[in-house]
DNA sequence: AAGCTAGCGGAGGGTTGCCTCCGGATGCAA
DNA sequence: TTGCATCCGGAGGCAACCCTCCGCTAGCTT
């Protein structure tokens, strides 16, 4: 997403003097907290009171909700998306797993957020796109080295996993093992370990 | 839950009078299209409006918006429950196949509501051992058989169905492919089929 | 260093939803 | 049928939030 493809229109609204792209950065980090403190529908004046600005500087940077919401998101699919890079010298199978285990890390707490963007967003569809770029690769080595099962697609393992993180799990451990689990299903009839 | 165990005290509030218990079921019907519409933030005067009664009437039965919550969400529960009965009498993975796939059909629409009874309820807690005391015997009886693995809980199945059913699947095919992998997941090493 | 202009803050008007309260209606028991 | 306890509806006060608007501040350029 940073080097290759359109940098999406969301971005092009960054602001050039240095104070308001300081405000403007704020103002990401502060909704980023406030939704995933109280999900979707947080106050746009507490969002503008997090970042210390006023509520007008809010307005103008992300004219409404929406606006806001989606860069955020951007944001956050940027940073999962770069951090897919170098895991392609590790095994195949070992690859797909750990950047799944990254997926779920980041979409754990973006619930609120995908909820609201999952219905007519372009900007939606566009970071999916982002994020199968960045691991169906993975998956295609895995499939083409015969540890992960032919008869199913990118998406199918995406909806698995993403699906996973939105039940809250006690511990950690109950996490990683239902994964485990999941990604046992993932696995060709009779793949070698 | 019908039979079973102390009815829950969110229905000892159903009213007596006949013009009464109309109203509060109309509320509760009303109640669960307008939180499948529009989420958790749904409007309650809206509720109202949708039940053909006054607002006053709404917050007679419910004094909290959480009262009305708890109560469309027992409901809900107690019908999945109900539809347990008479699976002992397919083989033990079939059994459990067919109750997990209700279990999806549950979840599907109930995301908003769970999202929030998750924090802090014992009505949830007291929902949740309704739902396994009907489902866990299933699970049990397929490991006995040997058709699933046994270092798992049934803890751990309802997670990782019910996260499934929180990703809105394009086509009800993928959703069951995705819920194959799933369950395949569940296979003993080396299950017989 | 001085001016220009992008950017700032927050007061305030408008809207929406929450919840209370009470005069009137109505089911039920006798 | 009659009386009364229960229940009804919705007006209205209150609070929260949305968003606009404009006088002031302070980066950036020359």
Redesign the interface.
């Known amino acids: 997403m940073t080097s290759a493809g359109q940098a999406p229109e969301v971005f092009a609204r960054r602001p050039k003097r240095a104070d308001a792209r300081r405000n403007y950065d704020a103002l990401i980090t502060a909704a980023r907290e406030a939704f995933a403190e109280h999900?979707a529908?947080a106050s746009l004046e507490d969002v503008a009171r997090r970042a210390g600005v006023g509520i007008g500087t809010l307005y103008r940077n992300f004219p409404t909700r929406r606006h806001l919401f989606e860069a955020v998101y951007v944001e956050e699919v940027r940073e999962l998306c770069h951090s897919a890079e170098g895991l392609a010298e590790l095994p195949p199978w070992d690859a797909l797993v750990a950047w799944l285990h990254r997926f779920v890390a980041y979409v754990a707490t973006k619930?609120a957020l995908a909820?609201q963007l999952?219905h007519d967003s372009e900007i939606f569809t566009s970071c999916r796109t982002e994020i199968f770029s960045a691991g169906e690769p993975l998956m295609r080595r895995a499939q083409a080295a015969g540890v992960v099962r032919n008869d199913?697609g990118f998406?199918?393992v995406v909806?698995?996993i993403?699906?996973?993180?939105?039940?809250?799990?006690p511990s950690p451990e109950?996490r990683d093992?239902?994964l485990g689990?999941?990604?046992?299903?993932?696995r060709p009839p009779a793949a070698p370990r």
Chains 1, 2 share one sequence.
């Open positions: 999900g529908a619930r909820e999952l199913i998406d199918d909806r698995l993403s699906g996973l993180t939105m039940a809250q799990f109950q093992r239902v689990v999941a990604l046992d299903g993932l």
